[in-house]
């Protein structure tokens, strides 16, 4: 028997049923709010509870990022949230309604699951991976096969492409936008990831944190995400929890609170060093200056690309291949040497970023490549822009610049408690000396 019971034996990653008017139907759910109330684990024998008295609220179409040391709990509060823990005491609502003493499976209409490493059967191609939910609860043919497209297209995978794919023919980042496409197969307005990108390498793990970002943009889901890595969390999250051991509540706020104003030092040791750096994992590259440079494709002539380069004011151009995605770099010196081709010539583009990548990822990137800018590419990995140095240098000391004023006036803040106390307890004494 699966995690899931005998009713469906669906696989991590889906949800065991659908929403009402799924089968066939069109509309899409957006976010439902979660309230969690004195939520609590007992396991037979441990003298501590896994999990102790959690409340929290999660606001319908909101990024939750729980984020703890290993065993603190943060995992068996996520799945408690859709029963595949059972919880001990305490109550869950989603949307309202008290999903606690009803069917398992009930519950799961409205939830998603994703997990590390994906989880997809390696029998079954990718389109039977993502239908297969739709399926066993008897959508129509023509519906299943449309959704099975409309997910690979949002997920940012060719549906001409992989479609009959197996997932060992998957990437590891491939299989991972999969399980998430499997996930929202039946369009749930919950969705629960557990640290599902932390088996990847981490250039395809910040790939897979940008299509998230965008994928959110889109669907206002409400996502619930445990990781152990607070840079992730910072990036993604709209509030992050903190969580000690038995997910007691360190702080719940926003990223910008935590790095500015952690609660104490068990939360202070979770955001380290270089705070106003972490800062850059908050704005994203749509936020700043995308510059267009001079660009040629591998189809055009050779003395075309020339003339292109020679008029265009700068020292290098960027070849762009067939389906206009960056390809090479390309220098006047490198164009001499090519004596009639480009297989040998140029500079390969080793690393891009996405309009919802952060400054920290671009920063890195201009720093790998060690040239002062870095490619912007679209969901399809096309070519949009540019961003440089000079452009993220701005922006780091402008955070940095914010970060010395709201010191600053925190500073003076102080100043004045501490003006008000003392005047106070002058007065008082001044009181008690007439008496």
Known sequence: MSEYGSTADAPAGTTADAPPDAAGGTGEHHGAAIELENLTKRYP??????VDNVNMEIKAGEVVIFVGPSGCGKSTTLKMINRL???????????????????PVKL????GYAIQSAGLFPHMTVAQNIALV?????WPKARISDRVEELLDLVGLDPGEFHGRYPRQLSGGQQQRVGVARALAADPPVLLMDEPFGAVDPITRDHLQDELIRLQHELHKTIVFVTHDFDEAIKLGDRIAVLRERSHIAQFDTPEAILTNPADDFVSGFVGAGAALKRLNLTRVRDVEITDYPTVTVDDPLQEIFNRLRSSGTNEILLLDKRRRPYKWLRRGDLMRARGSLARAGTLVTDTVTRDATLRD??????????????????RGEYTGVVDMETL???VHELLE???LEALEAQHDLEETRADLTHAEQEGDAGEKKA
Do not use: C, F, H, Y
């Open 45 to 50: 024998g441990s003298p501590q509870p896994a």
């Open 85 to 103: 823990i059972e919880p001990t005491g305490g109550r869950i609502r989603i949307g309202g309604e008290d999903v606690t003493d009803i069917d």
């Open 108 to 111: 799961r209409r409205k939830v």
């Open 134 to 138: 739709p399926k066993m609860i008897g």
């Open 362 to 379: 671009a920063l890195e990137a201009v720093l790998t490549d060690n040239a002062g800018r870095v490619v912007v590419t679209g969901r």
């Open 393 to 395: 240098m701005n922006s």
């Open 402 to 404: 914010a970060d010395r």
